[in-house]
């Protein structure tokens, strides 16, 4: 076999069920599911459940790692013993099964914070180390979408162990990550691909990134945002009401507070999604706030995407997923905000 070749394999469609049950067999797999019409990542019991024909998913894969609301501990608040996480370990690893190849990378940025840096966050890297992500390429992108913008592709195999791209009457599948190649090897159901599937691959992918139309130019944008009190500042958060939900939905974001609460005798501390949006976000006790107006805080959202992440990770923290353009309830657009950036004089 060729060397190009040597990861790639062909499921055929009719096999698609017994290989999907397989893994059932062995793994807990969270995927798009037809009952909510692939909104979100739910628990897959069959493989008739699974819904693969969605453009993607309404909340990404973020909630599954770093739920909106986590208890991280409970105590006894009279003795202040503090007992064991309140969650069963499955004993069946999982598989996220069927995220787009955006929200796989999303995941990659998350274990840049919280999983390959110091402190290490233990809560999400035993989840993290538990899963397996198979992706599936996008054949059809969104006109909110702009990965191609941000160095995302439609076939990004960043965050991914496995890839899936659906060709004509099979899928072409192929292993990124020594976990992947563990995963498929002693999967009966897979072939070896050919160079005709790989070709095939290829011309869909290009047709699917034709599809991308967006033109915003990010990488140009780092030097305009490096000088922090730019008249642009005053103009680019005029819609915005401050609702958070952009942040809420963006794949990438992962800002959280904590809060020990005390309820019928039992105590736990949980962690919440916050968001820069949100005015009490910096607030200090002193009454005083850093970011008292939309404008200081949408300055925060941008510069901790395109500029912050960058300086501390070498990596734009958007992924062009355009769910913040699809969910804001104002239409503010991101690609204008950049774009607005990179004209303002
Ligand atoms: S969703 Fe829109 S209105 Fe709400 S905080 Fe984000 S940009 Fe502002
Ligand atoms: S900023 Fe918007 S487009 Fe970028 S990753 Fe977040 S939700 Fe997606």
Avoid at 243 to 251: A, D, Q
């Amino acid at each position: 076999m060729k060397k190009e070749l040597e990861n790639y394999s062909i499921l055929n469609k009719e096999d698609f069920n017994k290989f999907f049950n397989t893994l059932l067999g062995k793994y807990n797999i969270f995927g798009p599911s037809k009952s909510d019409k692939g909104d979100k990542l739910n628990k897959i019991n069959s493989a008739d459940d699974l819904m693969l024909d969605y453009k993607n998913f309404k909340m990404s894969a973020k909630e599954f790692f770093f739920p909106q609301c986590e208890t991280l501990l409970a105590f006894d608040p009279s003795t202040g013993i503090v007992k064991n996480r309140s969650e069963d370990v499955d004993a069946k690893n999982d598989i996220i099964f069927g995220i787009r190849p955006c929200d796989a990378l999303a995941l990659s940025f998350f274990d840049r914070v919280f999983k390959d840096g110091a402190p290490q966050d233990p809560y999400y890297t035993e989840k993290r180390h538990r899963s397996t992500i198979i992706s599936l390429a996008c054949l059809e992108p969104e006109p909110t979408c702009f990965c191609n913008a941000v160095g995302c592709d439609v076939d990004s195999e960043t965050g991914a162990d496995i890839i899936l791209t659906q060709l004509n009457s099979r899928y072409l599948i192929k292993s990124v990550t020594e976990k992947g190649i563990e995963i498929l090897k002693h999967l009966k159901t897979l072939i070896p691909a050919t160079e005709d599937d790989i070709k095939e691959k290829d011309e869909l992918m290009a047709k699917a990134k034709s599809g991308l139309k967006s033109n915003v130019e990010v990488k140009a944008l780092k030097k305009k945002l490096d000088d922090f009190d730019a008249s642009f500042w005053q103009t680019v958060h005029q819609k915005c009401l401050g609702c958070g939900v952009c942040t809420y939905f963006c794949p990438t974001c992962h800002c959280f507070d904590m809060t020990d609460e005390v309820c019928n005798n039992t105590g736990r501390r949980i962690r919440t999604w916050d968001s820069c949006m949100f005015p009490l976000f910096t607030l200090h006790a002193s009454g005083h706030n850093p970011r008292p107006s939309y404008k200081e805080r949408m300055r925060q959202r941008i510069l901790h995407k395109f500029n912050y992440a960058q300086e501390n990770y070498n990596e734009i923290f958007c992924v062009g997923c355009g769910r913040c353009i699809i969910n804001c309830p104002v239409n503010l657009d991101i690609r204008k905000v950049i774009q607005e950036i990179l004209e303002a004089k």
